[in-house]
């Protein structure tokens, strides 16, 4: 099981739990958490959804042996990609949703943490989007909402250069709300989860609407316009070599592009 979910005192825990592969995200995993996500907000005894991780890893991303094998979209793509469907289904959830990010948190495992409504970080965790250094580029309307929030050059550091940065600097940039002990990371995020228990449904998700509501059709936009890049950017010879080279634990060489 990679995927757990259970509800408790209306919060819907999605727990993600793959630690011998560092917590990567596959295809399967994406529609677990998609389908979590749908059915909470459907369920009107859940009143918030709580994203955690494992001690010390929260998410490596996107499992790199998935992009090399499995390259979601590209040309004459049928279905919706499973980690489309997750991204829309956090998109589209009415209900608040907290992460407690307990340690690295790569990729996705930032970019996400841009639509959740409260989000908590170890004193341990690194957060990074190395989308360029894989040959890719930003995904999840990161490149929207990263320069919206701390302008260009901080948003530079993190997309351009792949800059590895810190809970503190999370909070200082807007992403996160506060930093914990990596112990008491997932208790906190969780009292703060149950403390929507005590509030008034349909307020909060109306003002949650609220919220999103001027940002959505760009943020949108930004995506399917990612996406495409992504997409084919996955399957050129610079992706290539940045993931043989994860495989076989070596730096990659980009002299030869
Ligand atoms: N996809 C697939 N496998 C992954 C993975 C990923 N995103 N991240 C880690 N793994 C696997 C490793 O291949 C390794 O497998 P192995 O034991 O069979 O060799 C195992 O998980 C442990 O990873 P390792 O790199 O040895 O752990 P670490 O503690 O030294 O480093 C990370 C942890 C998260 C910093 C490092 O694994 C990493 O950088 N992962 C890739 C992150 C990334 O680029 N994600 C994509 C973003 S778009």
């Not at 841009?114 to 690194?126: F, K």
């Not at 990074?128 to 050059?153: C, D, I, K, Q, T």
């Not at 800059?163 to 995020?189: K, Q, T």
Request: charged content about 20%; aromatic content about 6%; overall charge neutral.
């Amino acid at each position: 099981m990679t995927i757990r979910t259970a509800t408790l005192n209306h919060v819907l825990t999605i727990e993600i739990a793959r630690p011998e592969k560092k917590n990567a995200l596959t295809q399967a995993m994406y529609t677990a958490m998609a389908e979590a996500l749908i059915a909470a907000n459907a369920d009107n005894s859940v009143r918030a959804v709580l994203i955690t991780g494992q001690p010390g890893i929260f998410t490596s991303g996107n499992d790199i042996e998935d992009f090399m094998q499995r390259p979601p979209g590209g040309a004459g793509a049928g279905d919706q990609p499973p980690v489309a469907r997750f991204m829309g289904a956090l998109l589209d959830c009415e209900k608040p949703v907290i992460a407690a990010v307990t340690g690295a948190a790569i990729g996705i495992g930032t970019t996400m943490l841009l639509h959740c409504d409260l989000v908590y970080v170890s004193d341990e965790a690194r957060l990074a989007m190395p989308f360029v250094s894989l040959g890719l580029v930003p995904e999840y309307a990161s490149s929207l909402l990263l320069p919206a929030l701390m302008g260009h050059v901080k948003a530079a550091e993190k997309l351009m250069l792949g800059e590895p940065f810190s809970g503190s600097d999370a909070v200082d940039c807007g992403i996160a709300n506060a930093v914990l002990p990596a112990n008491e990371v997932v208790n906190h995020a969780r009292r703060m989860a149950e403390r929507f228990n005590a509030l008034p449904p349909s307020a909060v998700r109306e003002t949650k609407r609220l919220m999103r509501a001027p940002n959505q059709s760009r943020i949108r936009e930004v995506m399917a316009a990612e996406g495409a890049l992504f997409a084919t950017r996955l399957r050129s010879p610079e992706a290539m070599e940045a993931f043989q080279a994860f495989f076989q634990k070596r730096q990659p060489d980009f002299s030869q592009f």
